[in-house]
């Protein structure tokens, strides 16, 4: 029996016996290197790992930083395709390798279906960037504003990074919000009477953040909640039994400065112990 092969298919043809198999599996990726959806701190080199020895096919392989391209160099040994970035990649930065259909055919001329992995270079893990978030979160809190720098042992980053690194995974620093208001003074004052009085916060994001604040923090929440609201007030700051360096709010109305009206809200002389003049510490 004469048995004829035409070596222009895409498949391969053996004889078991008197019957002809034909081999149409398709190759496709079982590991990649660094794995989906990795934070590993270096990469030089991506190695994809396919389940039969493959060859190059329209070589449509792409490694991309969001829509931008990366220059890259592709080599083949055996059942491993090997992506080399012809520059060093970027920290803080997620990146996506992209295997178009085609891409890779076998020794038979099978086709790899689509395929994509992404990976993150970044010196910190998931774990880490939530502990991260939690006390700049803390500090916001506390300071009403964010920290210049992130720390981790002798690992210091700074926050503009750091932020840009928590973003690749989807997270991000909540900020207390104070809230847009166009209503009258009563309501700003019925409002800010939720909060209690206690230290550890002298802003008035931190005193949202934890429920209570100091005089500092009372005065920065009305001052701001004012001004949004569209009245004019300022912070003053003066001597009194209770602190050296107490802080209340004026407001402006019919030309004339006001004391905020505390005494109708706060049962603590903390808050509603007031003055009508001191050093201006804030005025809009």
């Known amino acids: 029996m004469a048995l004829i092969l035409n070596v222009g298919t895409s498949a391969a043809t053996t004889t078991v016996g008197d019957s002809i198999t034909t081999d149409h599996t398709n190759p496709k990726v079982i590991s990649i290197t660094p794995a989906n959806k990795a934070i590993v701190k270096k990469v030089s080199t991506i190695k994809v790992k396919f389940s039969k020895k493959i060859q190059k096919g329209n070589n449509q392989i792409y490694l991309k930083n969001g829509n931008t391209r990366i220059s890259t160099k592709t080599t083949i040994i055996g059942d491993t395709l090997i992506i080399t970035p012809n520059s060093a990649l970027a920290s803080g930065v997620k990146y996506t390798v992209k295997i178009s259909e085609g891409s890779i055919v076998d020794l038979c001329g099978n086709k790899n279906p689509s395929y994509s992995s992404s990976f993150t270079i970044a010196p910190i893990n998931v774990v880490q960037m939530k502990d991260g978030i939690s006390r700049a979160q803390k500090f916001y809190a506390n300071n009403g504003r964010l ?22 995974q989807g997270l991000s620093i909540k900020k207390p919000k104070i809230v ?90 903390m808050f509603n112990d007031t003055q009508s003049y001191g050093k201006v510490i804030k005025c809009n």
């Open 147 to 168: 920290p210049t720098t992130v720390r981790y042992g002798s690992l210091v980053i700074s926050t503009a990074e750091f932020q840009k690194i928590i973003a690749t």
């Open 180 to 269: 847009e208001s166009t209503s009258g003074l009563s309501s700003i004052m019925k409002d800010a009477s939720k909060y209690r009085y206690g230290g550890g916060a002298s802003t008035a994001e931190g005193m949202i953040a934890r429920g209570r604040g100091d005089c500092w923090a009372m005065s920065d929440y009305l001052y701001k909640r004012m001004a949004k609201a569209g009245m004019k007030a300022r912070i003053i700051q003066y001597s009194t039994s209770y602190s050296s360096r107490h802080r209340s709010v004026q407001y402006y109305k019919s030309g004339k400065l006001h004391n905020a009206p505390y005494i109708q809200y706060f049962s603590t002389n």
